[in-house]
């Protein structure tokens, strides 16, 4: 699976939109770009996930360049809550693949 | 409602005292995962099962085991816990086939004295 790279942390405002970089310049034509995050001392929530096409849910935007070598995750209007580490990975669509996690970023949000 | 249950969510026990894990599910999901996370560190996969097929991870120590009973529950066995094993053990299920998402519990943090 290819590796990722992300700032080791960020700050945003509460209320404005949170966007957290990732480059994933390897990343392979059947590999998938998936983020997730750790809010402390709770187990890893997937957030959204997209192969080529941008992507919206209720959580979260990804925007993933026409190259594919880089992604951004958008948290539209930030909250307290949304204070967390946010894990980029990139993984195959193969039965049972496992989450390769990496530092992350550590997104503070500040009222 | 609580989708991956872990129990107990802290657990102590002694050097060298086998100590067991437990993970239940009731997404009738066909993988379960195991990993461990320690401190400030990022997780990393243990084992998993995809369905009754043990995938161990080439780094994982022998001194960590797993069951998979039915397809509900999940076991960690640590037969001689380490100082070095103290950490968050973090379960997972996925439903398993193309870009599936996992389910993770809150995790059993693991104390070792």
């Known amino acids: 699976d290819a590796k990722t790279t992300q700032p080791p942390s960020m700050d945003c405002a509460e209320g404005r939109a949170a966007n957290l970089p990732c480059n994933h310049s390897?990343?392979?034509?059947?590999?998938?770009v998936y983020w997730y995050r750790q809010i402390h001392s709770q187990g890893p929530q997937y957030i959204i996930h997209?192969?080529?096409n941008n992507e919206t849910n209720e959580m979260a935007s990804l925007i993933i360049t026409e190259d594919r070598k880089s992604s951004t995750l958008i948290l539209p209007h930030a909250t307290l809550r949304d204070t967390a580490v946010y894990y980029c990975i990139v993984r195959r669509s193969v039965n049972g693949n496992k989450l390769v996690f990496g530092a992350g970023t550590i997104l503070r949000v500040k009222s | 409602d609580a989708m991956v249950i872990q129990n107990p969510r802290y657990q102590v026990t002694q050097f060298g005292k086998p100590v067991t894990l437990s993970c239940s599910q009731t997404l009738n999901h066909n993988v379960m995962y195991w990993y461990q996370q320690k401190s400030s560190q990022a997780p990393k996969l243990l084992f998993h099962y995809y369905d009754k097929d043990f995938n161990n991870e080439a780094d994982t120590p022998d001194n960590f085991q797993s069951r998979r009973p039915n397809t509900s529950f999940c076991f960690l066995d640590i037969r001689s816990p380490g100082l070095g094993d103290a950490a968050m053990y973090l379960c997972?299920?996925?439903?398993?086939?193309?870009?599936?998402?996992?389910?993770f519990g809150a995790g059993t943090r693991l104390s070792v004295l």
């Open positions: 390897t990343i392979s034509g059947n590999e998938y």
């Open positions: 997209g192969l080529k």
């Open positions: 997972a299920t996925s439903r398993g086939g193309g870009p599936d998402i996992q389910y």
